[in-house]
């Protein structure tokens, strides 16, 4: 079948700012046609108001949940000691922030969420392509979370209620409890999608330094039962600083980037609310660093406290906070656990699938309509084979997530800020027959790149516990550095691929491609 050019929408003029943000110009009508809506639409500049505490307290947020408690006793429990654990974690969230910053520039300089920015390098329609892998992994994540609050319900309810509903017979694998309460924690996260996001963002405005606290009274408790705060900072590495140590580094060092990578890619969502580029930059270097290697090293000594008094790491905060015997210990930690698994799982796992999906098709598909697809694919996922221990949830799941989303942002980097040194046409974005619609609609050398990226730094993975085997076993001395592999790779050949077919343009498209915006 021949692809066919739908009809060329006219251009809109842009105007850029002294302050250097671009958005459509005054007087001028906002792109129309079958690739925008108004979710998708460049957000004006009187309403890209977010200041840096903003920005601060979204990754606050964004941190302090149950994931990232586990993601750092996840590595107590494969080995590290507390020093160890945190060194990784700490270390990775300063890599990850580059990439995070560099994506995010477009944000507050064009108004325009993360699929509308990929279309600068995979095409109008290419774009789709990453994404829906992005929109596929928050299911995941959404899934996990979810699993992680019904849990929550599951085992705190179960020391309440008692026997009847701990030992339930099994569905599966799991009390027909255990299932019921996924389906409830679920049920509670579409009802508040179904409030909108100004429901959202009130709830978010109280949430994190509710779970922070919630971090220091597990911190003070367990510090209780092991009888002060030396037991918990001398649990021994089982692995040394020597070989043993860098083995299990690397794939950790890349799990624990591939923890934000997601973000990394779709930061442009939050950031586009930007006020300035400063906002940004300053906001996510003071909240993502600082933010997460502190609620690693609370939850690695809480994690290590447990070592020394039950004599077995107990990495997943939910099970742990069960062996209290305090009733309203055991309320609180339900309340915390839920709170936490809310704000983070909205925040961040419903607002770029919901985006995501309606970039497909911005006409039938609303941002509200993407949260609900993202809600039902989450448990066809099965997010409780992903989260049913830390060997698969570190090296498994994030793996392979920060190996394949590491080759997307290696493909964006390279094509704004290599290739076009940070200029975009705003028009160009949502039509047909621009500079962004390449061939039918797809830039073949930013899939290209894609693939190549993804196959190098997943293919020789073990994806245990989901499948036996690795894919490509002639691969496998890459797959502890999949993230770096992928964004390596994929940026290198994206540019090459550019630079080389540059001549083999058209007049009329090499024209296309070289016109400056137009700017009022």
Same mark, same amino acid.
């Given at each position: ?18 302050d250097?943000r ?5 007087g ?14 460049? !957000?004006?500049?009187e ?23 586990t ?5 107590? &429990? ?12 700490? *270390? ?5 922030? !580059?990439?995070? *910053? /560099? ?29 829906? !892998? ?28 008692g026997?009847?509903? &701990? ?41 994190a330094?509710?779970?922070? %606290?919630?971090?220091? %009274?597990? *911190? ?6 092991a ?60 909240? /993502?660093?600082t ?15 447990s070592?020394?008094? #039950? ?36 925040a961040?796992? /419903? ?15 609303s ?12 448990? /066809? ?5 992903? #989260?049913?221990?830390?060997?698969? #949830? ?21 094509? #704004?800020?290599?290739?076009?040194r940070?200029?975009?046409?705003l ?9 962004y ?8 050398? =930013? ?13 020789g ?14 691969l ?8 770096? !592999?992928? *964004?390596?790779?994929?940026m290198?050949?994206? %540019? ?9 343009q058209?007049?009329?498209?090499? =024209?296309e491609?070289?016109? &400056?915006?137009?700017?009022?």
């Amino acid at each position: 079948m021949t692809d066919t050019t739908p009809p060329a929408i006219p251009p809109t003029a842009q105007v850029t700012l002294a302050d250097g943000r671009v958005e459509i110009a005054p007087g001028s009508p906002p792109p129309s046609g079958p690739y925008a809506n108004d979710d998708l639409l460049p !957000v004006p500049v009187e309403k890209r108001t977010w200041t840096t505490y903003n920005f601060s307290a979204l990754w606050v947020g964004m941190a302090h949940n149950t994931a990232s408690w586990t993601l750092a006793s996840g590595l107590i &429990a494969v080995g590290m000691d507390w020093k160890q654990a945190v060194f990784t974690i700490a *270390l990775a969230n300063l890599i990850v922030l !580059v990439p995070m *910053l /560099l994506t995010g520039h477009a944000g507050p300089k064009y108004g325009i969420p993360f699929p509308v920015f990929a279309r600068a390098s995979f095409g109008v329609r290419g774009a789709n392509l990453p994404a829906v !892998v992005r929109a596929l992994v928050a299911c995941g994540w959404f899934g996990i979370q979810t699993w992680i609050g019904g849990e929550a319900i599951y085992f705190l309810a179960g020391k309440l209620i008692g026997d009847s509903w &701990a030992n339930a017979s099994h569905i599966g694998a799991y009390a027909w409890t255990m299932w019921l309460s996924f389906a409830l924690f679920w049920a509670l996260q579409v009802a508040i999608i179904y409030r909108g996001m100004e429901t959202i963002r009130r709830f978010e405005n109280w949430a994190a330094p509710f779970v922070l %606290v919630g971090a220091f %009274v597990m *911190l003070w408790w367990m510090s209780g039962k092991a009888g002060g705060f030396g037991p918990l900072f001398d649990q021994p590495s089982k692995l040394g600083w020597g070989g043993g140590f860098w083995k299990l580094f690397w794939p950790s060092l890349m799990g624990m980037i591939g923890f934000w990578s997601t973000l990394s890619l779709n930061i442009p969502d939050f950031t586009r609310y930007g006020r300035s580029q400063k906002a940004q930059t300053w906001g996510q270097a003071l909240g /993502l660093p600082t933010t997460m290697t502190l609620f690693a090293f609370l939850s690695v000594l809480v994690t290590s406290g447990s070592q020394a008094v #039950y004599g077995t790491a107990i990495w997943d905060p939910v099970q742990l906070a069960a062996k209290t015997d305090s009733t309203v210990g055991l309320l609180y930690a339900l309340v915390t656990v839920l709170v936490a698994t809310l704000s983070v799982n909205i925040a961040a796992n /419903l607002v770029s699938p919901a985006f995501d999906f309606s970039n497909i098709a911005p006409r039938r598909i609303s941002f509200r309509t993407g949260a609900l697809v993202t809600s039902v694919l989450a448990v /066809l996922i099965c997010p409780w084979k992903l #989260y049913s221990d830390p060997q698969g #949830y570190i090296f498994t799941w994030l793996g392979l997530v920060g190996g394949l989303l590491g080759t997307v942002a290696g493909i964006l980097i390279a094509d #704004y800020w290599i290739l076009r040194r940070g200029k975009l046409d705003l028009t160009d974005l949502y039509r047909a027959g621009g500079r962004y619609w390449y061939d039918g609609g797809w830039n073949w050398r =930013a899939v290209v790149a894609f693939l190549a990226g993804g196959v190098l730094a997943v293919g020789g993975a073990d994806f245990h516990p989901l499948l036996d085997g690795r894919p490509v076993p002639a691969l496998s001395a890459l797959a502890d550095y999949g993230w770096a !592999v992928g *964004l390596g790779t994929s940026m290198a050949l994206y %540019v090459v691929l550019t630079l080389l077919t540059r001549g083999t343009q058209t007049p009329e498209q090499a =024209a296309e491609q070289a016109a &400056a915006p137009v700017e009022a």
